[in-house]
């Protein structure tokens, strides 16, 4: 009789090839994929879910040396999406979209780290561990809503929005964290002043570095696109510069999504119409392939042994988050005066947390490991939560993303329609 350890051992011993493992995982998972229409589900939740099935949780052929393995695949499709992000925040839409945009920006992020902060503390009376989940709240996982938008083709106002907002509230949302940690910290150390300031300038200062190396390899860039006509030429440039710039960003730990977003905002901003449409084709072309490998990996990242530890602080955690996000979402728009369905519908696409809201948990398990026993209890609950999380909001995320679009009535009827018969 065979149970999973012995399944898992048996599979290692065949010592797989990472590409025929990799090949296998994107075919298995691309007609998984194709078969959640039938239930009207998202095709990303049939990748996550090849990959929960490779991964730890049952059959470790996607164990944690191979996710190591393949993590600059993750790095590559994270850099593709933020760059495609980019191009769709032309300044001019952006000034249509007005003070609705930042205040739906600053409102969301900040009600859902209130929100969580406050519920935690509640619950546990720890104010450091509060503020750490408060600050992981806002982090959002675009790759999540771009490929929803892209899968049904979504076009429109609320499209638009969600492009804006998955775009730019990652980077507020490391402020937060940056500025969050240095007060837990300071807490818990009861450190001076000076060390806090230290702390506190960390995030700021990777903030404005991403944003500046951003924006010289877009100049660089456009440099050379400019002699360039072919679509192939252009794709081949543009692969280049992320793949440059994602080694800069691995050198100097800066922000990969926030870097590549420049780069895309600065090209769609300074650069004729005629280029930016051969970049968007090169994109579709190679988009839909990087997000089958993302999700999978991104599936067998989730660990569902993780699930029975959730406990009340990840009940109040999933909760504060998502009142927080919808809500702060909701009162930006209302206070923005922006379009009805935007109020409504906007804060369903924001719900998505995955690889961001991992890697901050990581950086807290890492750096509150030397500040004695109460850092490394706070560390241990932080990762084991979001952890456990992130599975569920993947989940949700991109469902409620759809039914958003759908209600909207951005979703072309050809799309939906091509659905309901299939199902």
């Not at 298995?28 to 009207?40: C, D, N, P, V």
């Not at 945009?101 to 780290?113: C, G, Q, Y």
């Not at 499209?159 to 490391?174: E, M, N, R, S």
């Not at 993947?394 to 072309?412: D, M, N, S």
Request: proline share 3%.
């Amino acid at each position: 009789m065979f149970d999973i350890a012995s399944i898992q051992n048996f599979l290692a011993s065949l010592n797989i090839p990472n590409l025929l493992l990799v090949g296998f995982m994107t075919f298995t998972a691309f007609y998984l994929g194709k078969s959640m229409k039938f239930i009207r589900l998202p095709s990303i939740i049939g990748f996550m879910l090849i990959g929960v099935i490779l991964g730890p949780s049952l059959f470790g052929l996607l164990n944690e040396p191979m996710q190591k393995n393949f993590s600059f695949i993750t790095e590559i499709a994270l850099a593709f999406v933020a760059v495609s992000i980019g191009l769709e925040l032309k300044f001019s839409v952006l000034k249509r979209q007005g003070l609705a945009m930042v205040l739906i920006i600053l409102f969301e992020s900040f009600l859902a780290f209130l929100l969580v902060t406050g519920l935690i503390y509640l619950l546990t009376g720890d104010l450091p561990l509060s503020l750490i989940f408060g600050a992981i709240a806002p982090a959002s996982a675009p790759a999540g809503t771009v490929a929803i938008i892209r899968e049904y083709r979504a076009k429109g106002s609320l499209t638009k929005a969600l492009y804006t907002v998955v775009g730019f509230d990652d980077g507020l949302g490391i402020i937060i964290f940056g500025f969050a940690a240095a007060f837990a910290k300071s807490i818990i150390t009861g450190g001076a002043s000076g060390s806090f300031l230290q702390l506190l300038s960390t995030p700021l200062l990777e903030t404005f570095l991403s944003l500046f190396v951003g924006v010289v390899m877009a100049v660089i860039f456009c440099f050379f696109a400019k002699r360039l006509e072919g679509k192939r030429d252009i794709f081949i440039l543009i692969f280049a510069f992320i793949l440059v710039t994602l080694g800069i960003c691995s050198i100097f730990h800066f922000s990969l999504i926030l870097t590549n977003m420049v780069l895309g905002l600065v090209i769609v901003n300074t650069q004729r119409d005629s280029l930016v449409h051969r970049l968007h084709d090169g994109l579709s072309e190679v988009m839909p392939l990087l997000f089958i490998l993302f999700f999978v990996l991104a599936g067998a990242n989730l660990h569902v042994a993780a699930l029975p530890s959730l406990g009340l602080i990840g009940i109040f955690y999933l909760v504060g988050r998502s009142v927080g996000l919808m809500a702060g979402a909701w009162f930006g728009a209302v206070v923005g005066k922006a379009e009805k369905k935007i109020k409504k519908y906007l804060g369903m696409g924001i719900l998505s947390q995955a690889g961001v809201a991992i890697g901050l948990s990581l950086i807290v398990k890492h750096e509150f490991s030397t500040l004695g026993p109460w850092g490394q209890e706070i560390g241990n609950i932080v990762i084991t939560t979001i952890t456990a999380t992130c599975i569920i909001f993947e989940i949700i995320g991109p469902i409620a993303t759809k039914f958003g679009l759908e209600k909207a009535g951005e979703i072309p009827q050809s799309k939906l329609k091509s659905k309901s018969k299939a199902a």
